[in-house]
T-cell receptor
Framework: AQTVTQSQPEMSVQEAETVTLSCTYD???????LFWYKQPPSRQMILVIR??????QNATENRFSVNFQKAAKSFSLKISDSQLGDAAMYFC?????????????????FGKGTKLSVIP | NAGVTQTPKFQVLKTGQSMTLQCAQD?????MSWYRQDPGMGLRLIHY???????DQGEVPNGYNVSRSTTEDFPLRLLSAAPSQTSVYFC????????????????FGAGSRLTVL
């Protein structure tokens, strides 16, 4: 079974600065997907960014980028120019990919989350 | 396009009561699922379905029932509520297919906060 570990329960960053959230995972698969979800106080789960394991290029979405190290099984999220609206819980998640191997393949395995505070 | 709609948003139950959390999606997604979120635990899968008439258990299925009579609806039933079921519940859906794709990203509902006294 896959596991996802977020070793930083809480982080803080000054407004306009850069912060990196860590995520490591354990899997024996070679084809999979990784995601970062944001959960603001509204409780809504919002997809921030996704990465396909077969792609070597790191995904970027505006101020959000990832550092995907497949051999090290590491998937960190970098937030640049932090804004007050970035304050939220951030969850790293894993999902199997490749050839369809059953409905359970759609399951997301989540880390326990990192609470990010943004200091004005 | 409403996406994934969950009702109710908040509910308080007494131990032993039953209730149903409703989930509906209007995106014609084949795959639907229920997660629960507890402090310090992330989200854990309860049950899922890949189409009408097909359901299966996830990581934490005990105490919950599901059914899928239509593509749009996937209700979660608590038969006899227990304090351990106090949690925030999320319904999520996506397209499915023979080739899993990163494009098949889960769309989440807004969540339902359940308190069992």
């Amino acid at each position: 079974a896959q596991t996802v570990t977020q070793s930083q329960p809480e982080m803080s960053v000054q407004e306009a600065e850069t912060v990196t959230l860590s995520c490591t995972y354990d899997t024996s698969e070679s084809d999979y997907y990784l995601f970062w979800y944001k959960q603001p106080p509204s409780r809504q789960m919002i997809l921030v960014i996704r990465q396909e394991a077969y792609k070597q290029q790191n995904a970027t979405e505006n101020r959000f980028s990832v550092n995907f190290q497949k051999a090290a099984k590491s998937f960190s999220l970098k937030i640049s120019d932090s804004q007050l609206g970035d304050a939220a819980m951030y969850f790293c998640a894993y999902r199997s990919g490749g050839t369809y191997s059953g409905a359970g393949s759609y399951q997301l395995t989540f880390g326990k989350g990192t609470k990010l505070s943004v200091i004005p | 396009n409403a996406g994934v709609t969950q009702t109710p948003k908040f509910q308080v139950l007494k131990t032993g009561q039953s209730m149903t959390l409703q989930c509906a999606q209007d995106m014609n997604h084949e795959y639907m699922s229920w997660y629960r979120q507890d402090p310090g635990m992330g989200l854990r899968l309860i049950h899922y379905s890949v189409g009408a008439g097909i359901t299966d258990q996830g990581e934490v299925p005990n105490g919950y029932n599901v059914s899928r009579s239509t593509t749009e609806d996937f209700p979660l039933r608590l038969l006899s509520a227990a304090p351990s079921q106090t949690s925030v519940y999320f319904c999520a859906s996506s397209y499915s297919g023979q080739r899993l794709s990163g494009a098949n990203v889960l769309t989440f509902g807004a969540g339902s906060r359940l308190t069992v006294l």
